[in-house]
């Protein structure tokens, strides 16, 4: 069979987040006249610098604590390829495929700015090794920021380190005989900008406000399927009652709830029975929207910090008056501040669930039968499941942890301030990953609800329709097979398409 060349991704600049996703996932970045045009201009800035000896942090000095050494021409070249070799001290495991490549897909976007002098070739280097999937191995641990990451990328550039390419380990010279480029030799300052700047923070963060509207959207699912088991009161979602909040978070995830819920004879069935309902059901649309409208927040963060040149030093001005802007470009503090922010309300979103999974298997409060398990008392059902979902729960509590207030004390008190931006986003990745399989284990119990509950009246016809999708794929369970296979059969389906709302 042969493969489908992968869809391509213009790149006139620098990119937007979507654009960074849509690599991540498989697009072959090209760049256009306009990218490659700013990339040689900031190259005649560095030549000129160069040329002039202008004092620049990592151009012609050393860097951390040995930012005063001078560093003569002759080596400048040795200085790149030794910080890359130093510099390439992660350890554990390697980043996931997507995760690679949206930290190079971001990386690529920190030099369209133009502001790095990186030469053209290393750019479109970085874009071939992504068109052909063959991704360096990036060690996930290890990193206050960047430059661990950042250095295991530039490896494969020198013909170093190791990568992965249609499942197999090659090394970093092989990798780019696959794409039919020679090794680099890296110039001045070239070494300092492969590893340098918040790509690794940004391409993450990225995935992170993509995953966290798709999981949103199937949290809005999996707690309107609930609701109706639990023969809850709907008219709270009522759009009259929602607008005393103003909230577009709120206002959009009532809509969602009121659409699932539509012509529900469950709930008709059960309109007044009780005044209020637990906080876990009638606070839905409160804290789902507050997630949904802290995203926007984040994505605004996120998109200010790809808009951002994070290289330091900088370059500006022009091949006549050429400018090195040297500060604090690289210390990504808005976005580790928003990734620390997106992780706590995704936790916060993952216990809502919990607890309505809790409702759904507790006999107490349900109605349903105990754990939803056949009869007969030799079936546990559910039960296990809901303790599943509060481990993770209380995984994600500590890994909510601010990883912002870390600080810590790098180079001889030189780096003396440390924002974490990369352990925020990476923590934040993993938080959602427990709140997928959270969401999981309840769009099962709820399916297990709708087939061993004793209604007396049938589902809405939009949560019927996904009830009935499910059941495509994953039976009713009679405690005849590993629960815990259901829940990854599930999660499959979940992340293989946004949440479906069939037409009824």
Same mark, same amino acid.
């Given at each position: 069979?042969? /493969?489908s060349p992968?869809?391509?991704?213009?790149?006139?600049?620098?990119?937007t987040?979507? /654009?960074?996703?849509?690599?991540?996932?498989?697009?072959?970045?090209?760049?256009?006249a306009?990218?490659?045009?700013?990339?040689?201009?900031?190259?005649?800035l560095?030549?000129e610098?160069?040329?002039?000896?202008?004092?620049a942090?990592?151009?012609?000095?050393g860097?951390?604590?040995l930012?005063d050494t001078?560093?003569?021409?002759d080596?400048?070249?040795s200085?790149?390829? @030794?910080?890359?070799?130093? %510099?390439?001290c992660?350890?554990?495991?390697?980043?996931p495929a /997507?995760?690679?490549?949206?930290?190079m897909?971001?990386?690529?976007s920190?030099f369209?700015?133009?502001?790095s002098?990186?030469?053209?070739e290393?750019?479109e280097?970085?874009?071939a090794?992504?068109?052909a999937?063959?991704?360096?191995l990036i060690?996930?641990?290890g990193?206050?920021?960047?430059?661990? %990451?950042?250095?295991?990328?530039?490896?494969?550039?020198?013909?170093a380190?190791?990568?992965?390419?249609?499942?197999?380990?090659?090394?970093?010279?092989?990798?780019?005989a696959?794409?039919?480029?020679?090794p680099?030799v890296?110039?001045?300052?070239?070494g300092?900008?492969?590893?340098?700047?918040?790509?690794?923070?940004?391409g993450?963060?990225?995935?992170?406000?993509?995953?966290t509207?798709?999981?949103?959207d199937?949290?809005?699912?999996?707690?309107?399927?609930?609701?109706?088991?639990?023969?809850?009161?709907?008219?709270?979602?009522?759009?009259?009652?929602?607008?005393?909040? &103003?909230?577009?978070?709120?206002?959009?995830?009532?809509?969602?709830?009121?659409?699932?819920?539509?012509?529900?004879?469950?709930?008709?069935s059960?309109?007044?029975?009780?005044?209020?309902d637990?906080?876990s059901l009638?606070?839905i649309p409160?804290v789902?929207?507050?997630?949904r409208?802290?995203?926007?927040?984040?994505?605004?963060?996120?998109?200010q910090?790809?808009?951002?040149?994070?290289?330091?030093?900088a370059?500006g001005?022009?091949?006549?008056? &050429?400018q090195?802007?040297?500060?604090?470009?690289?210390?990504?503090?808005?976005?580790?501040l928003?990734?620390?922010n997106?992780?706590?309300?995704?936790?916060d979103?993952?216990?809502?669930?919990?607890?309505?999974?809790?409702?759904?298997v507790?006999?107490?409060?349900?109605g349903l039968?105990?754990?939803?398990?056949?009869?007969?008392?030799d079936c546990s059902?559910?039960?296990?499941?809901?303790y599943t979902?509060?481990?993770?729960?209380?995984?994600?509590?500590r890994?909510?942890?601010?990883?912002?207030l870390?600080?810590?004390?790098?180079?001889?008190?030189?780096?003396?301030f440390?924002?974490?931006?990369t352990?925020a986003a990476t @923590?934040?990745?993993?938080?959602l990953?427990?709140c997928?399989?959270?969401?999981?284990?309840?769009?099962?119990?709820?399916?297990?609800?709708?087939?061993?509950?004793?209604?007396?009246?049938?589902p809405?016809?939009?949560?019927?329709?996904?009830r009935?999708?499910?059941?495509?794929?994953?039976l009713?369970?009679?405690?005849?097979?590993?629960?815990g296979a259901?829940?990854?059969?599930?999660?499959?389906v979940?992340?293989?398409?946004?949440?479906?709302? &069939?037409?009824?």
């Amino acid at each position: 069979m042969i /493969e489908s060349p992968p869809a391509t991704q213009v790149l006139g600049g620098p990119a937007t987040w979507r /654009e960074i996703v849509a690599i991540a996932r498989g697009a072959a970045p090209v760049l256009s006249a306009k990218a490659r045009a700013r990339l040689d201009s900031g190259r005649a800035l560095l030549d000129e610098i160069v040329r002039r000896n202008i004092p620049a942090y990592g151009i012609n000095t050393g860097i951390g604590a040995l930012c005063d050494t001078v560093v003569d021409g002759d080596k400048r070249a040795s200085l790149s390829r @030794k910080i890359v070799l130093s %510099h390439a001290c992660g350890v554990g495991a390697p980043l996931p495929a /997507e995760e690679t490549r949206a930290v190079m897909a971001a990386q690529i976007s920190n030099f369209l700015h133009g502001a790095s002098g990186i030469r053209i070739e290393l750019v479109e280097a970085l874009c071939a090794l992504l068109a052909a999937d063959c991704l360096p191995l990036i060690p996930s641990r290890g990193s206050v920021g960047y430059l661990s %990451h950042s250095a295991a990328i530039a490896l494969v550039l020198i013909g170093a380190g190791s990568a992965r390419h249609r499942g197999e380990i090659i090394s970093g010279a092989e990798a780019m005989a696959r794409i039919g480029v020679t090794p680099f030799v890296l110039g001045a300052k070239e070494g300092l900008s492969l590893v340098n700047g918040t790509p690794c923070a940004a391409g993450l963060a990225c995935l992170a406000l993509e995953r966290t509207a798709h999981w949103l959207d199937w949290a809005d699912a999996a707690a309107a399927m609930t609701y109706e088991n639990l023969g809850s009161q709907s008219e709270v979602f009522r759009a009259e009652t929602l607008a005393l909040r &103003p909230s577009p978070g709120i206002s959009r995830t009532g809509a969602a709830l009121r659409a699932y819920l539509a012509s529900s004879p469950m709930l008709a069935s059960r309109a007044g029975a009780r005044t209020q309902d637990a906080l876990s059901l009638r606070t839905i649309p409160q804290v789902h929207g507050a997630v949904r409208d802290l995203l926007s927040t984040v994505e605004i963060a996120v998109a200010q910090e790809l808009a951002s040149v994070t290289d330091n030093p900088a370059l500006g001005g022009t091949p006549e008056a &050429p400018q090195v802007l040297m500060g604090a470009q690289a210390v990504g503090v808005a976005l580790a501040l928003a990734m620390d922010n997106l992780g706590t309300a995704v936790a916060d979103l993952a216990m809502m669930a919990e607890r309505r999974i809790d409702r759904l298997v507790n006999p107490l409060v349900s109605g349903l039968p105990a754990f939803l398990a056949a009869e007969g008392g030799d079936c546990s059902g559910f039960m296990i499941a809901q303790y599943t979902a509060a481990a993770l729960v209380a995984e994600n509590r500590r890994l909510a942890a601010p990883a912002s207030l870390d600080g810590g004390i790098t180079s001889a008190l030189q780096e003396d301030f440390l924002a974490h931006a990369t352990p925020a986003a990476t @923590k934040a990745l993993a938080i959602l990953d427990n709140c997928a399989h959270i969401l999981a284990i309840e769009c099962l119990s709820a399916a297990q609800a709708y087939d061993v509950g004793a209604h007396a009246a049938g589902p809405a016809p939009r949560t019927d329709a996904i009830r009935r999708q499910i059941r495509e794929v994953i039976l009713t369970y009679d405690d005849d097979r590993p629960l815990g296979a259901d829940f990854a059969a599930m999660l499959t389906v979940m992340q293989q398409a946004p949440c479906f709302v &069939p037409a009824v």
